[in-house]
C-alpha cells in the first residue's frame, strides 16, 4: 500500500503543479480579454523541452538541479494528503527544513552558471524568503503552540474535529498572517520578484534551457503546490469539509473524497491568488520587504501573543 | 593508562616539540603530528570511565584532583580529534611561515591545556589550566604580528582577563567559605548555602563563561581573534576553545549545583536559566544578521560561530532532557563543521594567496572540487539541512522549545537559521560559483594533507547526520550524569510520543527520490558544455571579466538593516577603552622627569596632611 502512495503522490502533486500553471496562464488571459493558450500547455511545453538541445555549466549545475526536484517531491511526500500521510517522522519541522532543498538546489544550479542575472535573482529569491518566513515562523509556531504538538498530520486530524483553524478565534490572526504572505510564497504579483522577467531575464532560470527548463518548470510548479497544501492543511482542515463524509471514514472512497476535497480548496486558493497577481505591479525588494515586515507580521506576532496568553 | 599520563604526554609533547624544531623541521612536524594523534588514541582509552583521584601536589595543602567522567570525555575528544586535524591541516598551510617551533609549541600547549581544564576536579588547577590556556591563545592570534592581528590579540586578552578575574573572585569566595575547591565537596556543600549566594557565586562564574564563549554582549573580542588568527587555529579557537565555556557551564550549573538549585533561582517571572535563553536568543538573531553584512570569509564564519553559541545555550539553558540533549550534540555538531569551514576558508587562503575577500574571489568549483564539497557539506551543516548532524541538534531544540511553550524563542532560533541561509550560500556562491576572475586562472587544488581533514569532517558531517544515535548515546548519558531523566535513543534519533525523529527514514527517501529524479535527468537528451562566457546577456555586450555578481550580495537588505545593526557594545567598550586610555596618559603627564617637579609633589602632598591634622586632628 506505501508503495503505492509513494508513488502516485508525487504524480498528484506534480500534475497539480502543472495544473496551476496552465490555469495560471488561462485565466490572466482572460482577465486581459485574451484568449489564452489552453490549460495543458505547460506539460506540453515540458515534453517538446525534453527533446530539445542544451548546454551545460558544470556538474553542479546539473546537480543542483536534480536536488531541487528531488527535494520538492520529498516535501510532497510528507505533506497530508488529505487523510493519507505517506512520512510523518519529525512532523512540521521536518517540512520546513526539507522545503529549503528546493531552492536551494535552484540556488546552487544557476550559481554555477556564473550568469549574472541568476545571481540576482538567487539574492532577491533569498531576501524575499527572509522577508515572508519571519511572520511564516510565527504562524507556524503559534499553530503548533496552539495544538500542542509538531506533526502536521496531527492539527489536520484535529481540526477534523474541533473545526478549521481559520474560523477558530486565537488562530483567526495567524490565518490573515498566513494568506497576506501566501502571494510572496507563491512568487507571485506583487511579489515577481526574483523571477523577474523584464528586469533580469527571468533571474535563476536564464541559462536554463531544454530539459533543464523542464526540470526548473516542473520544480516551481511544484513549488506552487506545496505552498498552496501547506495553507489548506493549516488553516482549512486539509481534506475535511465540514465532516461531509464522516460515514466514508477509513475507507478507500473516504480516502479518495479527502484528496478532491483538498485540491478544490487549493485550486480555490489559488483562484484567488490569481486575481491578486492580475490587480498588482510588481513590488520592488525594498517594498516587499517593508510590507512583509510590517502588516502581515503585526498579524502574525499578535497571534502568536494571544496563543501564549490564552494557552 | 592514566590520566596523569595522558596530561604528561600532552603537555611534554608540547614542550620537545619546541626542541625538535631546533634540530629539524621535519623532525619538529612528525613529532607533533605523532603526539596529537597518541593524545587522541589515549584520550578515546577513556570513554566510559568514571574516575576521580587526588594527586599529591604538596601546594599550600590543596589537593590537585583529576577526574574524567562522559562529561569530560565528550569535551575531551572533541578537543583532541580537532587538535589531530588542525595539526595534519598545518603540516602545508604553516609550510614556508616563519616561527614555526613557537606555532607548534603553541598549538600543542594550548590543546594540552584545554584537555587540562575538562580533566582536573578542583577548581584550583581549573583556573590554572583555564589561564594557561588564554594567555597561550593570545600569543597565537597575534601570530601574525601585524597592526591588526596585535590588536585582535590585545582585545580578546582583555575580556579574558576580566573574565577570569571574575572568576577568581568566584573561586577564592567558595574557597573562604567551604574551605574546599573539590568539585564534588563543593557540589554537596552548597546546597546548604543561602540561594543569594549561590546566584552570586552563578553568575561570577557565568559571566566568566559567557566571556569566553562570547555570548552577547560579551562576544566583541571573537570576530576580530577568529579572523586574525591563522587558519588552522581558527578551526581550534572556534570549534572547541570557545566551547569551554559551555563546558564551565554544565560544571556549575548541572554537576555543581544541580538541577534542583537551579530551579528554585527563581524570581516571579525572572529565573536564572531565563535569562540565558534569552540571551541566547538575542545572541542568535544579532549574529545571523550581523554575519550578513561582512565580506570576509573568516568573519563570516567568525559571526556565525557567535550565533551557534546561542542554540547551545538555548538548549542547555532551558532544562529540559530533550534541550539540554539538544544544546549538548550541537556543541559536538558545531565543532565539527566550523573545524571545517575554518579549513575551508584556509584552504582558499592558500590556494589564492591569502585572500579572504568575497568580493575578489568565484567560480572556483572547477579548480577546487574537494574544497568545494567540504565548503557545501559544512555549510549544510551550519544552516542544518537534513541528513547533516546539525538539523538534528537543532530539531531537538526547537521540539523543546515548542511543545513546553516558548514559541517566541523558538521564532528567534529559526530566525537566526533563515540568516544563517543567507550567508551560508554567499559564502558558497561568492568563493566558488558565478565566474572565475581571470587572476584565480592558474589555482590549484590544495595537497592531499590539507584536504584530508576536509574530507574526514565532512564524512562526520554526514554519519552523525544519517545515523545521530552514535553521538547521542554519549549525550545520553552526560545527560543521566547530570540528573536528567534517559531519552529513548536509537540509531536513527529520538523516540516519543510526542513525534519522533527518524533520519534513516528520512535520508532513504531523499536518496531513493534523488536517484529516480536523476535518472530521469540522465535520460533527456545529453548536453554540450560551454564556457562560463557563454551567457545569455539579453543581447547587450559582455565586458569580460566584470560580468559577475558578488559585490553587496544582499544589497537591499543590508541598506535596510545596517542602520539597527550597529554593534553598541563594541562601540562602547572601545569608547570605555578611549576614555581609560586618555586618563593613563593623563596621569603619565605627572611624570615630568624633572627632580624639581617630583620634590613639589611631596611638598604639596605634605602641605596637604599638615592642613588636615591642623583642621581635624585625624593622626
Known amino acids: 500500500m506505501i508503495i503505492v502512495q509513494i508513488i502516485l503522490v508525487p504524480i498528484i502533486a506534480l500534475v497539480m503543479g502543472l495544473l496551476f500553471m496552465g490555469l495560471f496562464r488561462k485565466m490572466m488571459a482572460r482577465i486581459q480579454w485574451r484568449y489564452g493558450p489552453p490549460i495543458t500547455q505547460p506539460l506540453i511545453d515540458i515534453i517538446r523541452m525534453f527533446s530539445q538541445k542544451t548546454v551545460t555549466h558544470g556538474f553542479m549545475f546539473e546537480a543542483g538541479l536534480v536536488l531541487s526536484l528531488a527535494g520538492s517531491i520529498v516535501v510532497a511526500l510528507f505533506l497530508p494528503m488529505g487523510n493519507i500521510t505517506v512520512f510523518e517522522t519529525g512532523g512540521l519541522l521536518v517540512v520546513l527544513y526539507l522545503m529549503l532543498l528546493g531552492p536551494l538546489g535552484i540556488a546552487l544550479s544557476s550559481g554555477e552558471s556564473g550568469n549574472p542575472n541568476s545571481s540576482i535573482g538567487i539574492s532577491r529569491k533569498f531576501l524575499l524568503a527572509l522577508g515572508y518566513e519571519v511572520p511564516m515562523l510565527l504562524v507556524l509556531l503559534a499553530v503548533m503552540t496552539h495544538y500542542n504538538t509538531i506533526s502536521l498530520a496531527e492539527i489536520v486530524r484535529i481540526q477534523a474535529y474541533r473545526g478549521w483553524s481559520f474560523g477558530s478565534f486565537p488562530l483567526l490572526l495567524s490565518g490573515i498572517a498566513y494568506f497576506l504572505i501566501l502571494p510572496a510564497i507563491l512568487g507571485i504579483r506583487p511579489f515577481e520578484i526574483a523571477g523577474a522577467a523584464q528586469e533580469i531575464s527571468s533571474g535563476p532560470k536564464a541559462e536554463y534551457g531544454g530539459k533543464f527548463m523542464a526540470f526548473s518548470t516542473l520544480q516551481h510548479g511544484l513549488q506552487e503546490f506545496i505552498g498552496l497544501s501547506l495553507f489548506v492543511n493549516l488553516f482549512l482542515g486539509g481534506g475535511d469539509l465540514f465532516g461531509l463524509f464522516g460515514m466514508y471514514a477509513n475507507t478507500f472512497l473516504g480516502n479518495l473524497l479527502a484528496i478532491v476535497v483538498l485540491l478544490i480548496k487549493m485550486l480555490l486558493v489559488f483562484a484567488v491568488g490569481v486575481c491578486i497577481n492580475a490587480a498588482f505591479p510588481r513590488f520592488r525588494i525594498e517594498q516587499a520587504l517593508n510590507y512583509l515586515w510590517t502588516w502581515p507580521s503585526l498579524f502574525a506576532f499578535a497571534g502568536i501573543v494571544v496563543i501564549m496568553i490564552t494557552g | ?619
Not at chain 2, 395 to 421: D, E, Q, V
Not at chain 2, 448 to 473: E, H, R, T
Not at chain 2, 510 to 523: E, M, N, P, R, S
Not at chain 2, 579 to 605: C, E, H, P
Open chain 2, 1 to 619: 593508562m592514566t590520566l596523569e599520563l595522558l596530561l604528561i604526554v600532552a603537555f611534554g609533547g608540547a614542550f620537545l616539540t619546541y626542541f625538535l624544531g631546533k634540530i629539524s623541521g621535519k623532525l619538529r612536524n612528525g613529532f607533533a603530528v605523532l603526539n596529537s594523534l597518541a593524545v587522541l588514541v589515549m584520550t578515546s582509552f577513556f570513554y566510559g570511565m568514571n574516575i576521580e583521584k587526588p594527586v599529591a601536589f604538596g601546594f599550600f595543602d590543596i589537593t590537585f584532583v583529576l577526574r574524567m567522567n562522559m562529561v569530560s570525555w565528550f569535551f575531551a575528544i572533541t578537543i583532541v580529534g580537532i587538535g589531530f586535524l588542525s595539526i595534519i591541516y598545518s603540516l602545508r598551510y604553516m609550510q614556508n611561515k616563519e616561527k614555526l617551533d613557537y606555532y607548534y609549541f603553541t598549538t600543542l600547549f594550548i590543546n594540552a591545556s584545554m584537555l587540562g581544564t575538562v580533566l582536573c576536579g578542583d577548581l584550583l588547577s581549573f583556573f590554572i589550566f583555564w589561564e594557561m590556556m588564554s594567555w597561550s591563545t593570545y600569543l597565537l592570534i597575534s601570530y601574525r604580528g601585524n597592526d591588526r592581528a596585535v590588536f585582535a590579540g590585545i582585545k580578546y586578552i582583555i575580556m579574558s582577563i576580566i573574565g577570569s578575574m571574575v572568576m577568581l573572585v568566584g573561586i577564592i569566595s567558595l574557597y573562604v567559605n567551604f574551605g574546599t575547591l573539590e568539585i564534588t565537596e563543593l557540589a554537596t556543600l552548597i546546597q546548604l548555602a543561602p540561594l543569594g549566594y549561590t546566584l552570586f557565586i552563578l553568575i561570577l562564574f557565568s559571566i566568566s563563561f559567557a566571556v569566553i564563549n562570547a555570548f552577547w554582549p560579551f562576544h566583541t573580542w571573537l570576530p576580530d581573534a577568529h579572523a586574525e588568527a591563522v587558519s588552522p587555529f581558527s578551526s581550534i579557537l572556534s570549534a572547541v576553545l570557545v566551547r569551554k565555556g559551555m563546558y564551565g557551564l554544565y560544571l556549575f550549573m548541572y554537576m555543581i549545583l544541580g538541577l534542583d538549585l537551579l530551579n528554585k533561582l527563581r524570581f516571579g517571572v525572572i529565573s536564572f536559566n531565563g535569562v540565558f535563553c534569552w540571551i541566547g536568543a538575542i545572541t542568535i538573531v544579532f549574529a545571523a544578521l550581523t554575519a550578513l553584512l561582512q565580506s570576509d570569509s573568516k568573519r563570516i564564519l567568525a559571526w556565525s560561530t557567535v550565533g551557534q553559541g546561542g542554540y547551545m545555550i538555548l538548549g542547555v539553558a532551558f532544562s529540559t532532557a530533550l534541550g539540554v540533549a539538544g544544546g549538548t550534540f550541537h556543541i559536538l555538531n558545531h565543532c565539527i563543521y566550523i573545524g571545517l569551514l575554518f579549513f575551508v576558508a584556509g584552504a582558499i587562503e592558500y590556494s589564492t594567496g591569502g585572500i579572504r575577500d568575497l568580493d575578489s574571489l568565484g567560480g572556483l568549483i572547477k579548480k577546487m572540487p574537494v574544497t568545494f564539497i567540504g565548503a557545501i557539506i559544512g555549510v549544510s551543516g551550519l544552516i542544518g539541512l537534513p541528513l547533516t548532524c546539525g538539523f538534528v541538534s537543532k530539531w531537538m531544540i526547537y521540539k523543546t522549545l515548542i511543545l513546553n511553550g516558548s514559541p517566541l524563542l523558538a521564532f528567534f532560533a529559526f530566525l537566526g537559521t533563515w540568516g544563517t541561509i543567507l550567508y551560508g550560500y554567499k559564502f558558497i556562491h561568492n568563493i566558488f560559483l558565478g565566474q572565475l576572475p581571470e587572476e584565480h586562472e592558474n589555482v590549484k587544488e590544495v595537497p592531499f594533507s590539507m584536504q584530508l581533514p576536509i574530507i574526514i569532517l565532512s564524512v562526520l558531517v554526514i554519519l552523525f547526520g544519517v545515523l545521530p544515535g552514535i553521538p547521542l548515546k554519549v549525550v545520553n548519558v552526560m545527560d543521566t550524569y547530570m540528573g536528567f531523566e534517559s531519552l529513548n535513543i536509537n540509531l536513527a534519533g529520538v523516540v516519543s510520543e510526542t513525534g519522533a525523529l527518524d533520519t534513516i527514514n528520512i535520508f532513504m527517501v531523499i536518496l531513493v527520490v534523488f536517484v529516480i529524479v536523476g535518472l530521469l535527468f540522465k535520460a533527456g537528451r545529453k548536453s554540450r558544455k560551454t564556457d562560463q562566457y557563454d551567457n545569455y546577456a539579453a543581447g547587450a555586450a559582455i565586458p569580460k571579466g566584470r560580468y559577475n555578481y558578488t559585490v553587496n550580495f544582499y544589497n537591499p537588505l543590508s541598506t535596510i538593516i545596517e542602520k539597527y545593526l550597529k554593534d553598541v557594545v563594541d562601540a562602547f567598550y572601545m569608547k570605555l577603552t578611549g576614555f581609560v586610555t586618555n586618563v593613563g596618559d593623563g596621569i603619565r603627564k605627572l611624570y615630568t622627569g624633572y627632580v624639581g617637579n617630583y620634590i613639589m609633589y611631596i611638598v604639596v602632598f605634605l602641605a596637604f596632611l599638615i592642613l588636615i591634622q591642623l583642621r581635624w586632628s585625624v593622626f
